[in-house]
């Protein structure tokens, strides 16, 4: 099958690859358009049209998809078949429809759980311990199609939202050949969602990674990780910002917010209990260990976080 490749970011280059390697013939790859990066603005390449042109394959990057804007593009290409991850913008009608054998996506999660934008952060933030990648038709809904298959990975209580979604894209990129291969010789399967069970997983923002002691031990360090790198968790010390980047549980109580232990570490209370932070990071500063920041930078046992 002639195959169409949209995608944009670290996620959907590690899933292109993984297509290409598996043999299967790229006609074309879609992506976003370069944007400018860092202090010199200069425009920079998306991981998608990076890994295109290692691999030698052509990309395209229009700026938009609507009003049948990528139409002659299509007909150019005759794709058989769409490959959509993390492209970025929904599809409309005239793209789905026109291949032989429809679009399809790799979404991480276990459909209909955690349809949206961010499932791989929020399966770590509602405390799963496991998620995996789904294989579907795509429709006019948002993560809605019929799904064709699956595959589970277990979430650690060490994972971070970085670590699961290299977990992520290293099997959603399996799960992509192997649903094309099945779609090319006929033995793919449709099963429908089942919507009354359907969860939504909305976009991060960085107002959701400030900690609210009184949450339990449990909930925190989720938070903690399910925000590693974006948008991270953060308190507050006298006004200001301390970045939480890694924690774990540890013994003590008493009133949530309040530092327990800093001598050589950071202990802090919350609404069951305690946990130590393990790295953090000043604004402005790089992170460092919790003993390194406090040799700088005391903080007094008894004061209280997140004012």
Known sequence: MRVLY?????????????IFRAGHEIAGVIS????????????????????????????????????????????EVQPEIIVVVAYGKLLPEYVLSFPKY???NMHASLLPKYRGAAPIQWSILNGETETGITAMYMDKGLDTG??????????????????????LAASAAELAAETLSRIADGTATREKQKDEE????????????????????????????GLFPWPGAYSYKDGQVLKLISAREAEGSGTPGTVLRSRGCLVVATGDGAVEILE??????????????????????????GG
């Open 146 to 167: 019929d799904m064709i298959l699956k595959t589970r990975v277990p979430i650690t209580k060490e994972d971070t939202a970085q670590t699961l979604h290299d977990k």
């Open 102 to 104: 429809g679009c399809v």
């Open 32 to 75: 976003q358009p370069d944007k400018p990066k860092n202090r010199g603005m200069h425009m920079e390449p998306t991981p998608v049209k990076k890994c295109a042109e290692a691999l030698g394959l052509p990309v395209y990057q229009p700026e938009t998809l609507r009003d049948k804007a990528i139409l002659k593009y299509l007909e």
């Open 198 to 225: 359907s969860t939504y997983a909305p976009l991060l923002t960085k107002e959701l990674g400030r900690i609210s002691w009184d949450a339990s031990s449990r909930q925190i360090l989720d938070k903690i990780r």
């Open 280 to 305: 953090l990071q000043l604004a402005g500063k790089k992170k460092m260990t919790a003993a390194a920041l406090l040799a700088g930078n005391p903080i007094a046992e008894g004061t209280v976080l």
């Open 6 to 18: 949209m995608g944009t970011p670290d996620f959907a280059a590690t899933v292109l690859e993984g």
